[in-house]
C-alpha cells in the first residue's frame, strides 16, 4: 500500500521547458508503480496553460481540482472551474480540451486517467498527432509545440480575462 497526502506534499518537479506551460507535477502513479492507472498532481503557473488543446482515442480523463481557479476550453465552450470541481474527459474528437490559469495564484489539480491503453492524442488547433512514435504534423516529424508555442492565439480575450 502507498499513502501520499496531496494536501501537504509540495508539488516540486518543475516543467519550464515551454514558455506559457509552466509549472509542477507530483507523479504519483510512477512513483507507486501503477500499471493500469495514471495519477499525478499538477500545479498550472498564474497565466500559464495545462497542455496544447488535444483529445485522446484510448485514455479517458478526470481531473479534480485542489487549488485555485481556471478556465477550462472543451469543445471550444469555456468554462470556469474551481476548487472542488470535478472534470471528465471521454476520448474522440468530441471532447478537446486544456485549461489556463487566468489568475495571479497557482492552480492545483489531481489528474487522473486509465493508462495501457492504446492511445493516440490529437491537436486540432495544430493539426498535430501524437502517437507511440512521436509528434507529427502532415506526415512529418515536428516538436511537441510546434504551432501552439502561444496557445493564446485561439482563446477568445474574455476567456483569458476569466470573464466566462
Request: one cysteine or more.
Amino acid at each position: 500500500m502507498n499513502i501520499v497526502n496531496i494536501r501537504t506534499t509540495e508539488v516540486t518537479e518543475r516543467f519550464d521547458e515551454q514558455e506559457n506551460y509552466r509549472g509542477a507535477v507530483l507523479r504519483l502513479s510512477k512513483n507507486f508503480g501503477a500499471d493500469k492507472l495514471g495519477f499525478h498532481v499538477e500545479v498550472i503557473d498564474p497565466k500559464n496553460f495545462s497542455a496544447p488543446y488535444h483529445y485522446h482515442t484510448g485514455e479517458e480523463e478526470m481531473f479534480l481540482v485542489l487549488e485555485g481557479e481556471a478556465i477550462v476550453r472543451c469543445n471550444d465552450k469555456f468554462h470556469k472551474v474551481v476548487e472542488g470541481d470535478l472534470l471528465f474527459y471521454k476520448t474522440g474528437p468530441d471532447n478537446p480540451h486544456n485549461m489556463f490559469n487566468h489568475t495571479d495564484k497557482p492552480f492545483k489539480f489531481l489528474a487522473i486517467s486509465n493508462s495501457g491503453v492504446e492511445d493516440n492524442c490529437h491537436y486540432p488547433d495544430s493539426k498535430k498527432t501524437l502517437t507511440a512514435e512521436g509528434v507529427t504534423q502532415n506526415g512529418v516529424k515536428v516538436d511537441y509545440y510546434k504551432d501552439e508555442e502561444d496557445p493564446a492565439k485561439y482563446w477568445p480575450e474574455y476567456a483569458l480575462r476569466g470573464e466566462v
